[in-house]
């Protein structure tokens, strides 16, 4: 070939290094894009027909110049950045966030920028929405996938149907006979206790303990007969339960009786407006006899006062959800008014045997080609995938002083480029001139 195809030669430089300078602009332009991965330009050079000589088997090969052979993003991990959003996720590890748009196409993420749309979705600032392990209604993570909804705005209340307690019964008390038209002056210690009805509502109940003979204590559960029917009232109280706790010559609990109820059909508690024979199992701890424990972890009946240590329940009221917090697992709990939590769901990660052949739309999304590999999804923080943490975000990778030190090497590049074309300009006029 003549001397012109030095102008096609530098000509493929300079066309690829303004190809590189243009992907280390982008990468500069996203330096503080949340989930950004830079780029990187691949070169490749070009050769062209065999001109001949270099031996008997060798020919010489005249290079033509440069070509960009592909744009190769690096998905090293970015720089984690504490936010005041709990919505805001960053994956430590592999995997990405999945996300849908409108009309169920998939896309993948880094960027954990999410928030909540009015339906309850958890959405991208583009309206996508994030994926994961769907939850039933007790809070039982499922393996289906779907869209994950904080709709779940409250927790209705749920029933009594325990309660438990520990303590000492002072043992020097005098046996006496319970009534209940003076519980106070006929037992010998009493607690409130706050039960919730079938439809969460909550009532007060107060438990007088009192001591019928050596070793034995009867308690008797007595409530507002404003709430409550009982066959056994007396002015504003009315006895709604009653029991039988033994204790051996050591003070330890050593049987516990039936508990007796005292609505019409002996069945239960029968709260106003609510389900009728609600029963409540009262745990005074794992008597000797009865249950064949220690009769050490509940009620003792000892020397020095009459005291209350520990007392629960199992019911609560309705609640509204007022919070929401997401563990390193991706498991999002939902923290309700009434002082429970239930799990929402579990937020899903992707991964990609070869992430690299993802396909960059903008938006931080990428979707899936045929040389990423089919996407596998799971937990985060299970098998190989990474770890995720809220009020977190994961800032872009981009290092600003490598991107500087490209685009000068890119710069001299181009210049050189532009020299040869004008060097080569400069012999052609020359050759021209031979003729003068």
Do not use: C
């Amino acid at each position: 070939m003549g001397i012109t195809s030095a102008f096609f030669t530098a000509t493929s430089g300079i066309n690829s290094t303004s190809r590189a300078l243009s992907e280390i602009g982008n990468n500069l332009a996203n330096a503080q894009t949340i989930g950004y991965k830079s780029r990187s330009v691949i070169f490749g050079d070009l050769f062209g027909a065999t001109i001949g000589g270099g031996g008997t088997t060798n020919g010489l090969v005249e290079g033509r110049g440069v070509r960009v052979m592909g744009i190769d993003p690096s998905f090293t991990q970015g720089s984690l950045q504490t936010t005041s959003n709990a919505l805001d996720l960053a994956i430590d590890g592999d995997g990405f966030f999945w996300v849908k748009d409108s009309n169920g196409n998939d896309f993948y993420t880094r960027a954990g920028q999410f928030g909540i749309d009015s339906s309850g979705n958890i959405v991208t600032p583009a309206d996508m929405k994030l994926q994961g392990f769907q939850a039933n209604s007790s809070g039982t993570i499922l393996g289906t996938t779907g869209d994950l909804i904080l709709t779940t705005t409250q927790e209705s209340g749920s029933a009594t149907t325990s309660a438990s307690m520990s303590g000492n019964l002072k043992a020097s008390e005098t046996a006496t006979t319970f009534a209940i038209s003076d519980p106070v002056g006929t037992s010998h210690f009493s607690t409130g206790l706050r039960v919730f009805d079938s439809l969460g509502v909550g009532h007060d109940l107060t438990i007088y303990f009192t001591k019928t003979a050596a070793n034995t204590w009867q308690y008797n559960v007595v409530a507002s007969t404003s709430e409550v029917s009982s066959t056994s009232t007396s002015g504003t109280n009315a006895l709604v339960a009653r029991g039988t706790l033994g204790f051996t010559t050591a003070g330890l609990l050593d049987t516990e009786s039936s508990v007796t109820y005292f609505n019409s059909g002996g069945t239960g508690i029968d709260f106003t407006g609510a389900a009728t024979g609600q029963t409540i199992a009262f745990d005074f701890g794992t008597s000797i006899t009865t249950d064949g424990g220690s009769g050490t972890d509940g009620m003792l009946q000892q020397g020095g006062d009459s005291v209350l240590l520990t007392l629960s329940q199992n019911g609560f009221a309705n609640g509204t959800l007022v919070g929401t917090t997401i563990g390193e697992n991706g498991v999002i709990t939902g923290r309700f008014s009434n002082g429970t939590t239930r799990n929402l769901g579990q937020v899903a990660l992707v991964r990609f045997s070869n992430p690299d052949g993802l396909q960059p739309v903008g938006r931080n999304l990428f979707i899936q080609t045929a040389d990423s590999g089919t996407p596998l999804s799971g937990a985060p923080s299970s098998g190989s995938f990474g770890k995720v943490f809220a009020n977190t975000l994961e800032t872009s990778n981009v290092d600003l002083g490598d991107e500087l030190v490209n685009m000068i090497t890119m710069q001299r590049g181009f210049q050189a480029n532009a020299r040869i074309i004008t060097t080569t300009d400069t012999l052609l006029g020359e050759l021209v001139n031979l003729s003068r």
